[in-house]
C-alpha cells in the first residue's frame, strides 16, 4: 500500500477486511523507512494501520504487508 501524502490519521483499507478478497492471514506491517513498530487490526471493517509516532520524511509512505 502507497500514500503520496504523509497520512495524518490512522489508515483504513477496506478491500483488506476480512471475509474480503484475501482469505490469508496477514503476519506482520511495515512502514517502510521507519524501525517503528506498527500497530494494526484487521476486522470485517477493513485493515487499520495505527501511525507511528514518528513518520518517515520522504514524499511518499510505502507499507509492507507480509502474510502468514
Do not use: C
Request: glycine residues 8%; hydrophobic residues 35%.
Amino acid at each position: 500500500s502507497v500514500y503520496q501524502s504523509p497520512p495524518t490519521t490512522d489508515i483504513v483499507i477496506k478491500m483488506l477486511a476480512t471475509g474480503g478478497i484475501l482469505d490469508q492471514e496477514i503476519s506482520t506491517i511495515e512502514l517502510m523507512g521507519s524501525d517503528e513498530e506498527l500497530k494494526w487490526n484487521r476486522s470485517a471493517s477493513g485493515l487499520k494501520i495505527h501511525l507511528p509516532n514518528t513518520l518517515p520524511d520522504t514524499l511518499v509512505s510505502g507499507f509492507r504487508i507480509t502474510l502468514k
